[in-house]
Each structure stands twice: as structure tokens, then as C-alpha cells.
């Protein structure tokens, strides 16, 4: 599979919101980090426990692309995250994602978000 086809169905899945198809693509040794936070969750387990609560946390989260590129050992996913708290504000970030591969395999992701201005109503 290519790193665009990975990155697409990849991408897909979280739109799915679905853990288990997200973690998929990830190898045992995987890590995470979300930019601005010092934890670094490692390994598989881990990391699919903080998708997990990342999705949960922002009910109707929506992943819109603006850009994709990359290669065989890495790719970038630029997009909008739209999503509603749990007591109805609604969130709009810009997020970059940087995925390391090894192998065909998910081995690192780096998110950065940066907060939008709110929708206009």
C-alpha cells in the first residue's frame, strides 16, 4: 500500500471513529504525542486508550482535509477539526498530524493544533 492510500483509509478511520480500525495501522511499539502536552503515550495499548478518549471527549468530532504529503517513512495530514464539547460550545482546530512509518506501519504521530475563531452563526 502506498503512504497515500495508508494516509487516506488511515484518515478514514478517524473519521469513523473507530479505534479498533485506527489501531489497525499502528505498530506494537507505536507512540503518540499531542504537541503542547509533555506526556508521550507509548506503545499500542496506551495509545489506543487516549484515541479512545480523544474521540469520546469531543462528541461528532470531524476531521475535514486541507492538504496531504509525505513518503514511504512519513506523511502530513493537514485538516479542520470540527467537533462539539460535551456542553455544546463548538470547537473548530486547525491540526497538522505527523506520522512516522516503519515498515507500512504507523510508528509515531505528532499532533499540533492551533485553536480557529469560532463559526460564524
Not at 513518503?71 to 506520522?99: C, Q, R, W, Y
Amino acid at each position: 500500500m502506498s503512504w497515500r492510500d495508508l494516509a487516506t483509509r488511515y484518515n478514514a478511520a478517524w473519521n469513523a471513529h473507530d479505534v479498533a480500525a485506527i489501531m489497525a495501522f499502528h505498530a506494537d511499539d507505536t507512540s503518540y504525542q499531542r504537541h503542547g502536552n509533555p506526556k508521550v503515550y507509548k506503545g499500542k495499548d496506551a495509545v489506543a486508550e487516549q484515541f479512545g478518549k480523544d474521540i469520546s471527549g469531543l462528541p461528532g468530532i470531524k476531521f475535514e482535509g486541507v492538504a496531504l504529503y509525505g513518503s514511504d517513512n512519513h506523511f502530513v495530514s493537514e485538516s479542520i477539526l470540527t467537533a462539539t464539547k460535551p456542553d455544546g460550545t463548538p470547537v473548530v482546530m486547525e491540526l497538522v498530524d505527523v506520522i512516522t512509518l516503519r515498515d507500512g506501519k504507523v510508528v509515531h504521530k505528532s499532533s499540533y493544533f492551533v485553536a480557529s475563531r469560532p463559526p460564524k452563526v
